[in-house]
C-alpha cells in the first residue's frame, strides 16, 4: 500500500500565528450516510441519524478546540486525486492513528478490532506521519476526527458510528455488499 501511494512531501503547514485571520468555521457535516446538513440550532438531525447533535454545542467546541476549523490549503488537487485512489481502489481503507498492528489510539485500535472480528480484509493509513494528509481528510470526509473508515470507495463514518453498526448488524451487511460489488 505505501508503494503504491506516495503522498507528496511539502512544507511544514502554516502557523496560526503567521496568518492574518483565522480559518473559516465549516457551516456543514455529514452523517454516516453521506448526506450534508448545515449545522443549525435545531436538535433533531434527520430520521435516519440515531443521535442528534446541538450545533450551538459544535459550534462553541469548535471555537475552542479548533476541530472544526479548516484549513485553506490542507485539501490540494493533488492530494484530492490520491485520496480518491486510494479509497476507491481498497474495498475497506481506515485513515487512523497508527497501523493495524500497531494502533496508536483507543478508538483506531477498536475499529482495527472490530473489522478483524468480520474476517475483513482492509488496508490503513497512517496520518500522524503527514499532517498534511491528516488535516486534507478532514476537509475530504468533512470528518474532524480519526479514524475515519472508507467502504466501497464511501465514507462510512468514525469509531462511534462502527460500533453502532456492529452491534446492529448493519456493519456487517455493508461489508459483505462491498466485498461481492
Known sequence: MASQFQFLSLPSPITTSSRPAPPPILTSWRCRHHQRFPLCNSTKLHGRCSTAANSSTLISTSRKLGSFRCSAAALTPELKTTLDKVVTSN???VFMKGTKDFPQCGFSNTVVQILKSLNVPF???NILENEIL???LKEYS???TFP???IDGEFFG???IIIESYQSGELQEVVEKAMCS
Open 123 to 125: 488496508e490503513t493509513l
Open 142 to 144: 468533512s470528518w474532524p
Open 148 to 150: 475515519q473508515v472508507y
Open 91 to 93: 474495498k475497506v481503507v
Open 134 to 136: 491528516r488535516q486534507g
Open 158 to 160: 468514525g469509531c462511534d
